[in-house]
């Protein structure tokens, strides 16, 4: 399959499952907000654990019917992992949600607020890029 066939398609599938998510829950489908109230799945939000398996499951069946995808090397330390991690999640609540909710389904409802976060989130990424390239780091 071409190489741009595949994003379009995760973008399609993307943009759908947020579409239905909205249509039948009325829920945005940010994945951050999902995450961190995922304890209420178990009082009466069930669609929650549905939707983070839903992820995982996906991941996997696309791992084992397209293995190139995941034919990539990371070399990053456990601690640089860590830290990363820690520092998407503070910008993550400072942002009142990530990419998922703002990028994804703020930006189609014309949401400001979206508006605002997805261009500070791309421009914290490209400086961050940029800094750590002239430090000669690598991921």
Do not use: Y
Not at 18 to 46: Q, T
Not at 97 to 112: D, M, P
């Amino acid at each position: 399959m071409d190489t741009f066939l595949w994003p379009l398609v995760g973008g399609i599938l993307i943009g759908l499952s947020a579409a239905m998510l909205l249509l039948f829950n009325g829920r945005v489908a940010g994945i951050s907000g999902i995450l961190f109230n995922c304890h209420k799945a178990f009082v009466g939000e069930g669609w929650r654990a549905f939707f983070i398996v839903g992820l995982i499951v996906g991941g996997v069946l696309i791992k084992f019917i397209s293995p190139e995808f995941f034919s990539f090397d990371i070399n990053l330390s456990f601690p640089r992992a860590i830290i990363a991690g820690l520092l998407v999640g503070v910008g993550t609540k400072l942002g009142s949600g990530c990419t998922s909710g703002h990028g994804v389904c703020g930006l189609a409802r014309l949401s400001k607020r979206s508006f605002i976060a997805t261009i500070t989130f791309m421009l914290t990424g490209a400086i961050t890029v940029f800094i750590m390239g002239q430090l000669g780091a690598t991921i």
